[in-house]
């Protein structure tokens, strides 16, 4: 069946929905066939209305209607898929863009599946037939199907070039051997290819080395720019929540300020209001003597005249109104200028300090990490002299050698009590911080050694699994095992290492690009494990003696 027929005949058994072959198809009253799922679906969808249609009539059901399996069209469309299942195969098998076409096929070409070198042309399979069958053609060299076929046949003579010249780096035929390559040094293709090939196979680790170092690289600038955003937004942050505390502060002071000058304002009209109370009371006094004093003067009779004078009461002592001071209003304008001042004094410190700001923000050091060096005398430029600390000390660990060897002891240790000191793991800690970038190595030997970093704030007297040394998220520790074996611990989580077994161990340390890589050093350097994170404190190197000891070097 053709493909054009195969189409012609399954449009009949498509669902009027998914417009697909039928699946699961039923068939609705009014003689329409859907997939099962696609019309549960539709009638899914008119459910809140209650009205069930048929989608492509549109006829309406109150109540929805119990689906039943169409029988016949399911055995109809199992044949129809298994009939173009049968058909699909052959048409993949033309060529199309891309592929390299038949060169015997006529009319529409299948797929060629080889390419002949001696007969420069390209079979389908049917037409691969006779290189099979026939002895002569038997011996003709077959290849993968090549649509640069042209390209390996010699242009001035036609033949396929199966040499190589060295002195000109170029590949020729032959006969080209004997015109313009006479005397120059060739040798067979597959002779330069096989030399070709160990330098491709030599060339390659270099260059996945290469790869494996810039996606090194790639996350250290990912970790950069991570690191930059979150100092960038703890900075506006904190700087926002310092402005927001200056401006309550100017608003407390603000309301002070008006509290101060509403209190004193009310105190003095308060003291102005009586004041003004009192001489209004001597002024009616003052107009009851004068009315008084007037009667008395109109009096005819000497003797009533001088028996109501004498009888007058005395004035009572009030505040004399030709006493009060005037002055011009200026009660509360020092207050203003008082505030004034403050704001101009605000102003010009948030001028110095905007400079002050401005430089800061501009010179934060954004600069990119170096990468890690590539030889142990590039590591030991960052090395650094580091001291364990005996504050630190397990009681069942001992300092010697300056205070940088430790060994796990089986007596009880005389060491006094300290807040610092770890009484559940045999560990202890530096003296000496490492941030920035910072090269140390260790010399151990025993049975279980722990070389760690760890925050200085790390739990001392909890138990082992809160205080261990990668058993927490304030530590990691590579345990090296007396059988050569390596794991490394974080937060509780192990990873089991990989590597030559050494006794030494190089630590290299770069704080602000939050990478720490272990080494095992003997001959040569080799990365044991390499951790990158974000490092939000100084660190301090941490040994973890089971049993055996571990040493600082001097390097």
Not at 125 to 144: A, G, I, N, T, Y
Not at 229 to 241: G, I, L, M, N
Request: charged share 25%.
């Amino acid at each position: 069946m053709s493909q054009a027929a195969t189409q012609l005949d399954s449009e009949p058994f498509s669902c009027f929905l998914c417009l697909d072959l039928l699946k699961d198809p039923v068939t609705t009253s009014c003689g329409h066939n859907y997939c099962r799922k696609c019309l549960q679906h539709h009638w899914d969808a008119e459910e809140e209305r209650r009205v069930y249609s048929c989608p492509q009539c549109k006829r309406t059901f109150t109540a929805r209607p119990v689906l039943e399996r169409n029988t016949l069209l399911t055995a109809l469309v199992e044949t129809l898929q298994k009939t173009a299942l049968k058909a699909a195969p052959a048409d993949h098998c033309y060529a199309g863009a891309g592929d390299e076409a038949c060169d015997v096929c006529t009319g529409r070409k299948l797929k060629a599946v080889k390419s002949c070198l001696d007969c420069r042309a390209s079979y389908c399979d049917s037409h691969l037939q006779p290189h099979r069958d026939v002895p002569p053609l038997q011996r003709h060299k077959l290849v993968e199907p090549n649509q640069q076929l042209q390209e390996i046949i010699c242009p001035r003579h036609d033949e396929v070039m199966k040499i190589f010249c060295r002195t000109d780096q170029k590949i020729i035929c032959y006969l080209c051997t004997m015109d313009d390559h006479q005397g120059h040094h060739t040798v067979t293709a597959a002779a330069e290819r096989s030399e070709r090939q160990r330098e491709l196979e030599d060339t390659r680790p270099k260059i996945q080395q290469k790869i494996q170092r810039t996606e090194d690289d790639l996350k250290v600038l990912q970790m950069e720019v991570e690191s930059i955003d979150r100092s960038a937004d703890k900075a506006v942050k904190d700087s926002e929540d310092v402005f927001t505390q200056m401006i309550h502060l100017l608003e407390k002071r603000q309301s002070e300020v008006q509290q101060q000058v509403r209190s004193t304002q009310g105190a003095a009209v308060s003291r102005v209001k009586e004041l003004q109370k009192k001489l209004e009371q001597e002024m009616m006094e003052l107009k009851r003597r004068d009315d008084e004093l007037e009667n008395i003067s109109n009096t005819l009779d000497h003797s009533q005249f001088l028996h109501s004078f004498s009888s007058l009461p005395e004035l009572s002592q009030s505040p004399n109104s030709s006493s009060l001071e005037i002055r011009p209003l200026r009660y509360f304008e020092d207050v203003a200028a008082a505030v004034t001042k403050l704001r101009d004094e605000i102003q010009h410190v948030l001028m110095e300090t905007e400079t002050n700001i401005s430089l800061t923000v501009r010179n934060v050091d954004v600069l990119l990490p170096e990468p890690e060096p590539r030889s142990r005398e590039g590591f030991l430029r960052y090395s650094h002299q580091i001291t364990l600390d005996p504050n630190t000390v397990n009681k069942y660990l001992l300092l010697s050698e300056e205070n940088r060897k430790v060994t796990r002891m089986e007596e009880v240790q005389s060491n006094c009590d300290h807040p610092d000191r770890f009484t559940s793991c045999n560990q202890v800690l530096s003296r000496e911080s490492v941030t920035g970038r910072c090269y140390w190595e260790v010399e151990w030997s025993g049975f279980e050694i722990g070389v760690a970093v760890a925050y200085r704030n790390i739990s001392r007297a909890e138990t082992a699994s809160k205080s261990g040394f990668g058993f927490n998220d304030k530590s990691w520790s590579l345990d090296c095992y007396s059988g050569g074996e390596y794991r490394f611990y974080h937060n509780k989580v192990m990873t089991v290492v990989s590597g030559p077994s050494s006794s030494r161990v190089g630590v290299h340390l770069d704080h602000r690009a939050g990478l720490l890589s272990f080494y095992s050093v003997s001959g040569t350097m080799e990365l044991l494990h390499r951790v990158q994170t974000c490092f939000t404190q100084p660190l301090h190197v941490g040994f973890h003696v089971e049993r055996g000891s571990a040493e600082l070097m001097k390097v």
